[in-house]
């Protein structure tokens, strides 16, 4: 079923240069996209390609509207307003809601009106689905997991004890949440386990990527706020705080007892030693490691090839004075002509 391009323009509060009555069913780049399709453009380096693309509407900024050979869908930011109209023209099957006869429920637990729960899933004792939910194949809910309504959980996603899930979360297949944390004390023998007693508290509209770990508190829950998106393979140790809106790329790492505020964003193999507190609106670009607080709000950071520690210790210990060095050798510098020219 198609939309009409006008349509679309009116619903999210954009203008519009040619014809409204044109219909999309699909997306796509501009490059492969042909008839009834939508396509966007974000970056200015893709702009050759609008004049040829065969694109029934593109959704752009002003300055390149009159450059779309189809219907341009004027919009402030492109690929936020695409995001959206593509959610509508791909919208996430959800399959028919009941229960299937080859899953597994305990007495105990509770699968809301109108939630989905596929074939080999297994749900514990005080466990909860909320209404409007699916679970995928295959998925583990534990003793007291609750999550909440228009939830999608993919299939074999681990939820183990004592996890509580918002609405509309997705978390997609492989993921684990609620294992232990990496508890453990040095004995006269070897290392020995710390119990693990805390779950895993996660608010409304997270995502959570394909085989990451969310780690169970070692006492006090584990926390991700509202609107956190995780991409895949990503690792949250125990008892992180990780604040409201923020993102993740691909194999983070985040040791236990890190506390990261609100509309932050690592970029990917990136990461935190423990016991950090990073505040809101903080950028980590890709496989940079931070090893001390940070306090101020901005972008960081910075790669370092293994070292020995201390030559690695002394290497950063210089590295970080490079800068007034090289100030204080411009100034000796701007002395000595001065001194030669008198």
């Known amino acids: 079923m198609g939309l009409k391009v006008g349509e679309l323009a009116v619903k999210f509060g954009c203008s519009i240069v040619g ?6 069913d699909h997306v796509a780049t501009l490059r492969s996209a042909g008839e009834r399709s939508l396509s966007f453009l974000a970056n200015p380096a893709y702009r050759k390609y609008l004049p040829e693309s065969e694109a029934t509407a593109v959704v752009v900024a002003e300055a390149h509207a009159d450059v779309v050979a189809g219907a341009a869908i004027v919009a402030q930011d492109p690929y936020l307003i695409y995001a959206r109209m593509a959610r509508m023209l791909h919208p996430r099957q959800a399959p028919a809601a009941g229960i299937h006869t080859a899953a597994v429920i305990d007495a105990a637990a509770s699968v809301s009106e109108g939630a989905s729960i596929a074939a080999g899933v297994v749900i514990d004792a005080g466990a909860s689905v909320g209404a409007g939910s699916v679970v995928g194949a295959g998925t583990y809910f534990g003793p007291g997991t609750k999550i909440g309504r228009d939830c999608w959980i993919g299939p074999n996603v681990t939820l183990m004890a004592d996890v509580h899930l918002g609405d509309r979360c997705v978390v997609h297949p492989g993921a684990v949440i609620g294992s232990d944390g990496f508890g453990i004390a ?6 020995e386990p710390v119990p693990q007693v805390g779950g895993v508290r996660i608010g409304d509209d997270v995502d959570v990527g394909a085989c990451t770990s ?4 070692a006492i006090e829950p584990t926390i991700i706020g509202n609107g956190v998106k995780l991409d895949n393979q990503i690792q949250i140790g125990h008892n992180c705080i990780i604040g409201e809106h923020t993102v993740m ?9 890190t506390t990261i505020g609100s509309n932050c964003a690592f970029g990917g193999n990136s990461g935190t030693t423990g016991h950090l507190t990073i505040t809101d609106g903080v950028v980590i670009t890709a496989r940079c490691t931070v090893t001390s607080d940070i306090e101020t709000a901005g972008t960081y950071g910075g ?10 210790q002394r290497s950063v ?6 800068d007034t060095l090289a100030r204080q050798v411009k100034a000796l510098e ?3 002509a001065d001194k030669d020219n008198s």
Do not use: C, Q, T
């Open 334 to 336: 701007r002395a000595l």
């Open 214 to 217: 969310i780690d169970r508190g």
């Open 317 to 322: 210990a210089r590295f970080r004075k490079l």
């Open 186 to 191: 040095r004995g006269p023998e070897g290392w």
């Open 19 to 24: 014809n409204p009555d044109a219909e999309v």
């Open 303 to 312: 790669v370092f090839p293994h070292d020995d520690i201390r030559n690695h």
């Open 249 to 257: 790329a691909g194999m983070v790492g985040i040791a236990g007892s």
